[in-house]
């Protein structure tokens, strides 16, 4: 499961390997009950396959922002982290709804605040529903609202006239016509 250190977009792969690795292990009577005693069953699952990524802080339900997070994994690049919720369904129509439900929950109860608190900034969330041996993960970078809202500020007060021609630039980096049309 390595791919999840990766720092990108990669939820097909994750999708898929998740997929693969239900149908290898688990019999479709496995999780057993009410859907929230699923959800518990996948939750102990996946807690379990990250923890093999060796140096990753794996903290299951852990209070942040407005509520308890499924997991959150502090990564062993100390600016990044994931967070994971999780989502047990009915039938295999109901896997894209239950993964909008998971995303909005992340965004809603602000479940990025633990990780920002702890310095980590690059943080990717993932909404995860399962049905029997099938899964759908969908997957967003999360921006700090904060950073964003100091980036509009300064775009408020941005005065395009105050940029340099193309030609200056070249000028003053001492690059040549012929140069250019190198490239």
């Known amino acids: 499961m390595m791919f999840w250190k990766t720092g990108c977009n990669c939820f097909q792969i994750i999708e898929f390997s998740l997929t693969r690795t239900l149908s290898k292990t688990i019999s ?30 794996i903290l299951s339900n852990r209070e942040s922002g ?5 997991l959150i994994v502090e990564t062993d690049n100390p600016d990044s982290g994931i967070i994971i919720e999780l989502k ?22 602000r479940y990025d605040q633990y990780l920002r608190n702890e310095g980590r900034n690059d943080i990717w ?42 030609e200056e630039m070249n000028r003053r980096l001492g690059i040549t016509e012929d140069e250019l049309a190198d490239f």
Request: hydrophobic share 40%; charged share 25%.
């Open 125 to 166: 969330a993932y909404g995860i529903a399962f049905f029997k041996k099938r899964c759908k993960v969908v997957a967003e970078k999360l921006n700090d609202a904060r950073l964003l809202a100091v980036a509009s500020e300064r775009m408020a007060h941005f005065n395009p006239s105050s940029l340099i021609s193309e």
């Open 66 to 70: 407005d509520g308890f997070a499924d």
């Open 88 to 109: 047990s369904v009915g039938s295999l129509s109901e896997l894209d709804r239950a993964c909008e439900r998971a995303m909005s929950q992340i965004h809603d109860r």
């Open 28 to 57: 479709v009577l496995d999780p057993k009950g009410p859907q929230k005693e699923k959800e518990k069953f996948y939750h102990a699952l996946l807690s379990g396959m990250l923890v093999g990524n060796g140096t990753w802080g």
